[in-house]
T-cell receptor, first 110, second 115 residues
Framework: KNEVEQSPQNLTAQEGEFITINCSYSVGISALHWLQQHPGGGIVSLFMLSSGKKKHGRLIATINIQEKHSSLHITASHPRDSAVYICAVTKETSGSRLTFGEGTQLTVNP | GAVVSQHPSRVICKSGTSVKIECRSLDFQATTMFWYRQFPKKSLMLMATSNEGSKATYEQGVEKDKFLINHASLTLSTLTVTSAHPEDSSFYIC???????????FGPGTRLTVL
């Protein structure tokens, strides 16, 4: 069983829909990261969380440390949001190394 | 945030040749850089942690003589794939920002194809 699991693996939405991607982890962490990987391969760091909630534009990330769960929400989705979204954690026992989830492929249709 | 560049972005080479990939941190002094490889439809796999001025730390199963890492300055780390074979074909990505409580910044990646 992976230490970081994401759901769903694939998600197709219509433009304008509210989207939620979930991430569960089974280890103690010092931080959780949400990353976005575009079709060309480049990766952008969206959020780094250790508690609570963060918002940037149409993106919202939340984390519940007790439940070992995080969600990434996209409001008013747009075709340009189509990408792979990756959840990654820095484990308490692994220093600064990241442990990655398998990613969620999001496709937003116009 | 930090700007990270990689060169080349794409390389095609013949089996048996060596390929050097550069990762530059343009506006951030990186004592630590990370090298990943990614297979199609798969997540990133950490290959090694590159430490400025000292030897890299390789992950289990990664051959250090095959994947040579040099981190000679705070802004440059290089990954050399020696005697490349078709199974080394992959997408290689570097990252900077190593503090436990800090964001990570990724290079645009290098797509290596070994014929």
């Amino acid at each position: 069983k992976n230490e970081v699991e994401q759901s769903p693996q694939n998600l197709t939405a219509q433009e304008g829909e509210f989207i939620t991607i979930n991430c569960s982890y089974s280890v103690g962490i010092s931080a959780l990261h949400w990353l976005q990987q575009h079709p060309g391969g480049g990766i952008v760091s969206l959020f780094m969380l250790s508690s609570g909630k963060k918002k940037h534009g149409r993106l919202i990330a939340t984390i519940n440390i007790q439940e070992k769960h995080s969600s990434l929400h996209i409001t008013a989705s747009h075709p340009r949001d189509s990408a792979v979204y990756i959840c990654a954690v820095t484990k308490e026992t692994s220093g600064s190394r990241l442990t990655f989830g398998e990613g969620t492929q999001l496709t937003v249709n116009p | 945030g930090a700007v990270v560049s990689q060169h080349p972005s794409r390389v095609i080479c013949k089996s048996g040749t060596s390929v050097k990939i550069e990762c530059r941190s343009l506006d951030f002094q990186a004592t630590t850089m990370f090298w990943y490889r990614q297979f199609p439809k798969k997540s990133l796999m950490l290959m090694a942690t590159s430490n400025e001025g000292s030897k890299a730390t390789y992950e289990q199963g990664v051959e250090k003589d095959k994947f040579l890492i040099n981190h000679a300055s705070l802004t440059l780390s290089t990954l050399t794939v020696t005697s490349a074979h078709p199974e080394d074909s992959s997408f290689y990505i570097c990252s900077v920002g190593g503090g436990t409580g800090t964001r990570r910044f990724f290079g645009p990646g290098t797509r290596l194809t070994v014929l």
